[in-house]
């Protein structure tokens, strides 16, 4: 008897994970009555809904990363979670890195919260990570009384209001006018915005800072850069930060306890390595060395720690000893 051929993998072109979820019957093997999901698309950005009723709803935006990903197959940030979890979600997939500055997709949202299309779930949640965290806290405000989730988001960036930003050149060079154009105006309404970011990345703080009101929730990352959702999940910790920021229930004494999980991430010490480069304190260095060594036990990571101390001496050779604190 001939052998089957083995299943080919999955390509670019394959049906992605929502799309089979939209198709799924729920009655008997027989098509549901109303629709379980739509996708509409644009010049500049596409626009999933997944419906899976209507406890919550939540509106996640994609990063810089993923603007350039043309596949078929492409996921919206963060959706497996959400369907794990029986969340609707609508997800909003970019093609441009423009920040969301398009008039397009304000009329779009602005249409679908005026058909009354946020109104039927009991929760709304924003989330998104820096451009869109962005998106996530400036949009917000189309569902009074939403949760807003955002990772190392920025306000604005329009020149005037953030004039020390000097990052995203692409961003910094979209419309800044108009609608929008500064996030920590339209957070107001938010039950709770969880903002999310490390507060030794001075840009990062500035934006955070920009943020004000009672509802406003810092939770702070430190020591991993721009690259907080990165750091968090590698800690294996960001479905845990995620859920209790959906139920209104992270403070930020529960989020420093998860955080503790940082210690056992060699990555974690370089950032404290880079800090201390960046500062030029020698023992403090080595004594962090040392602790990466001893957190991570293992010994793939002895070259790469090798190399940190031999480009912090190298650096430091010339320098004065910093203060030690």
């Known amino acids: 008897m001939p052998k089957s051929p083995p299943p080919k993998p999955a390509d670019a072109n394959s049906a992605p994970r929502w799309l089979a979820g939209m198709r799924k019957s729920e009655v008997d093997g027989d098509h549901v009555k109303r629709p379980r999901g739509f996708y509409v698309n644009y010049d500049k950005f596409a626009a999933i809904y997944s419906a899976r009723g209507k406890k919550r709803l939540v509106v996640a935006f994609d990063n810089l990363s993923s603007v350039n990903d043309d596949s078929l197959a492409r996921e919206t940030w963060g959706d497996k979670f959400y369907s794990d979890n029986n969340y609707s979600s609508l997800g909003i997939l970019s093609f441009d890195a423009n920040w969301y500055r398009d008039e397009v997709l304000f009329d779009y949202l602005e249409g679908l919260c005026a058909q009354g299309f946020f109104k039927q779930f009991k929760h709304v949640v924003f989330t998104g990570t820096s451009?869109?965290?962005?998106?996530?806290?400036?949009?917000?405000?189309?569902?009074?009384?939403?949760?807003?989730?955002?990772?190392?988001?920025?306000?604005?960036?329009?020149?005037?209001?953030?004039?020390?930003?000097?990052?995203?050149?692409?961003?910094?060079?979209?419309?800044?006018?108009?609608?929008?154009?500064?996030?920590?105006?339209?957070?107001?309404?938010?039950?709770?915005?969880?903002?999310?970011?490390?507060?030794?990345?001075?840009?990062?703080?500035?934006?955070?800072?920009?943020?004000?009101?009672?509802?406003?929730?810092?939770?702070?990352?430190?020591?991993?850069?721009?690259?907080?959702?990165?750091?968090?999940?590698?800690?294996?910790?960001?479905?845990?930060?995620?859920?209790?920021?959906?139920?209104?229930?992270?403070?930020?004494?529960?989020?420093?306890?998860?955080?503790?999980?940082?210690?056992?991430?060699?990555?974690?010490?370089?950032?404290?390595?880079?800090?201390?480069?960046?500062?030029?304190?020698?023992?403090l260095s080595d004594r962090i060395i040392r602790a990466a060594e001893a957190a991570s036990g293992n010994v793939n990571l002895e070259k790469i720690l090798r190399n940190r101390r031999k480009k912090f001496w190298e650096a430091q050779k010339d320098m004065p000893t910093g203060r030690e604190k």
Not at 166 to 179: A, V
Not at 189 to 201: E, F, I, N, R, T
Not at 225 to 250: D, I, P, S, W, Y
């Open 131 to 283: 451009m869109g965290g962005y998106a996530a806290c400036a949009f917000s405000g189309l569902a009074p009384g939403s949760t807003v989730i955002a990772y190392s988001p920025q306000s604005t960036l329009k020149k005037d209001l953030v004039p020390w930003e000097k990052r995203f050149n692409r961003g910094r060079r979209q419309d800044w006018s108009g609608r929008y154009q500064d996030a920590a105006l339209h957070t107001g309404d938010a039950s709770k915005v969880y903002l999310c970011y490390d507060p030794y990345m001075e840009g990062d703080k500035r934006h955070a800072d920009r943020f004000s009101g009672q509802n406003i929730v810092h939770l702070p990352s430190n020591y991993v850069g721009h690259k907080t959702v990165v750091f968090l999940r590698r800690a294996e910790v960001l479905k845990q930060v995620t859920a209790l920021c959906m139920e209104n229930r992270m403070t930020p004494a529960r989020f420093a306890a998860l955080y503790r999980k940082r210690r056992l991430l060699p990555w974690y010490y370089f950032g404290l390595m880079d800090l201390a480069l960046e500062r030029g304190h020698r023992q």
